[in-house]
C-alpha cells in the first residue's frame, strides 16, 4: 500500500494516480472540476433553511418525481463547473431528460460525465445527509452525438464516485486504482486525503433496506432478510443489525466505512419499474467504488457493472457491499430461479414466472 505522508491534497493524488494513464491530465481535471462543484454545493446545503432554497421547485423529473430547488441549483451548478474546460463532450444529468452536449469544437472534451446532482434531496429539508454521485466514461471515437454514447457498460467507466454532505463533506473516488476518501477542509477550502485505499470488510452483520416494502420484494430478498432477522435464532447464528436512511449516498458511505450490504431489490410495488435506482447514475459509479473497496455489487443476478445499459435514465434492482454477503444473496437468487429453494421460501411469495432469467 502506498503511504501518503502529509496533507495530500486532490490534486496532488490525481496527478499522481493518473500520471501512467493515456490523457491522465484531462481526466485530472475533470475530477478537479467536479470537486469544484461538490464544494460549492457543500456551501449551499450547508446553509440550511438559512438559505432560502429550501422547498419544491415546481417542476418534475423525467422520472415523475417531484424536483426540490436545491436538485435544479445543484444540476446547474454541475453543468458549470463542467462544461467550458474542453474537458467533456457530453453530460447526463438526473434532472435532465436529454443529454446536454459541448458545441464548441475548441471546447470539446474527450469525457462523458453523468451525474445525480443532488441523491436524497427528498432528505434535505430534514437536515439528513445528501449526496452528488457521478460517472466518467470515455466519449466514443465514432460518437453520435445522441442518447448511445452514454449507453456504455459500467465495466467501461474511468473514474467515479460521489460527495457527502454529512457533518463533514466527503468526496469518494476511483479511478480504476483503488477507492480513497477526501475530507473537505473547509477554512482552506481543500479536499484532503484522509481516507486512502478503503476496504470493505467482508463479513458484516448489518443490511439497509427499506422493510415496507417487504411483501413485494422476491422471494430470495425475503429469505435473506428474514434469515437476518432471525439472528442467532436462525440459520445466520448471530444477530443482524439493520439502518435505513432513505439516502442512498449515506447508507452505502457507512456500508464503506464498516460493512454491510445495501439492497434496493426489484419488486412489485410498480411492475413498470425494475427497481427504484437508476443504472447510469446511481448503481454503477457506486459499484465502480464498492468494487475497487474489495466488495460487489450485483442485481441479484450478474453483476451490475456488467448491465448493457438500454436507456439513458433506466431503473435496475442493486444489491452491493461485503463480498461473502453478496455472493450469498446471489446464491439465493440461483437457488429460486432453478427451483432449488423449496425448503427455504414461504410459499406464499412463489410467483415464479415475473422475474426468471432477467436482469
Ligand atoms: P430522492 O433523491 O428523491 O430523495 O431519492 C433518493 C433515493 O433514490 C435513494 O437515495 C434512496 O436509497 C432511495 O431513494 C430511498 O427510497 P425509499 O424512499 O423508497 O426508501
Redesign the pocket.
Known sequence: MRMYTGRTTLSKFLIEQLQDVDDGGQLAGLLVDVAAAVKTIAALTGRGALGGHHGEAGSANVHG?TQTRLDLLADEIMVEHCDWNGLVAGMVSEERDEPIWVQSEEQKGGYLLIFDP??????VAMNVSVGTIFSILRCPEDSRQDASDFLQVGSGQVAAGYAIYGPATMLVVTVGKGTHGFTLDREVGNFVLTHPDISIPEETSEFAI?TS?ERFWEPPVQRYVSECKAGSTGVRKRDFNMR?I????A?VHRILMRGGVFM?PRDTKDPAKPG??RLLY?ANPIAFVIEQAGGAASTGRVRLMDVPPELLHQRIPVILGSRNEIERIERYHREYDSGDDKPYVNPLFKERSLFRAEA
Open positions: 418525481e443532488l441523491d436524497g434531496s427528498s432528505n427499506n416494502n435505513w432513505a439516502s442512498m449516498v447508507d434496493y427504484r435506482l446511481e
